[in-house]
């Protein structure tokens, strides 16, 4: 493993920590709290034009959260990358699989990547659970999908043991 990517990803910890650090010294300071930083269902939360002032919707738009954000880590985690490692690489071979099924997986992903975009901004400038959900559904989703990477299917452990 390359010693660049573990500094950088050393780095972005460490940046990370000190932005959150940072903002929650900002906010603790702040003398009053904004509607962004309330949890549950509020008159002051609003998705897409919609009040999101009953349990019932609440729980509708965490479960949606929930749900969009398993399917759009699956797009960004395995659709996405084998669209540029296989689709977009000119020195892998296409043959064998059908040039319609290539054109509707790509465009799929295109279509589900704006719509996505569309209603995740409005989800994530709505109140700050909706940010907790999304960010805590795409470490278990991106978890998930890793570790299915990282074991081996066919009874290697590693590419050195072929």
């Known amino acids: 493993m390359s010693k660049q990517l573990i500094y950088t990803s050393r780095f972005m910890k460490l940046w990370m920590m000190g932005v959150v650090t940072a903002i929650g010294l900002l906010l ?8 962004f930083y309330h949890f549950g269902p509020s008159p002051t939360l609003i ?5 999101i002032d ?16 398993c399917v759009r880590t699956i ?20 043959e064998g699989i059908p040039k ?12 589900y990547t ?3 975009w569309f209603i995740y901004f409005n989800l994530l400038c ?4 909706m940010v907790i959900v999304e960010i805590c559904t795409d470490i278990i989703i991106s978890f998930v999908v890793t570790q299915r990477y990282l074991i081996p299917t066919d009874g290697y452990t590693s590419l050195n043991d072929k």
């Not at 998705?47 to 009040?51: H, K």
């Not at 319609?100 to 279509?111: A, E, S, T």
């Not at 709505?126 to 659970?129: E, F, L, N």
């Open 114 to 116: 704006w719509v996505d």
């Open 47 to 51: 998705v897409l034009g919609i009040r």
């Open 28 to 35: 603790s300071k702040q003398e009053q709290i904004d509607s």
């Open 54 to 69: 009953t349990p019932i919707l609440y729980v509708g738009v965490i479960v949606y959260c929930f749900l969009n954000t």
């Open 75 to 94: 797009n960004n985690q395995i659709v996405s990358p084998w669209v540029t490692n296989v689709v977009h690489d000119t020195s892998v071979s296409k």
């Open 126 to 129: 709505a109140q700050i659970d």
């Open 100 to 111: 319609d099924l290539i054109y509707d997986i790509v465009m799929v992903n295109v279509i």
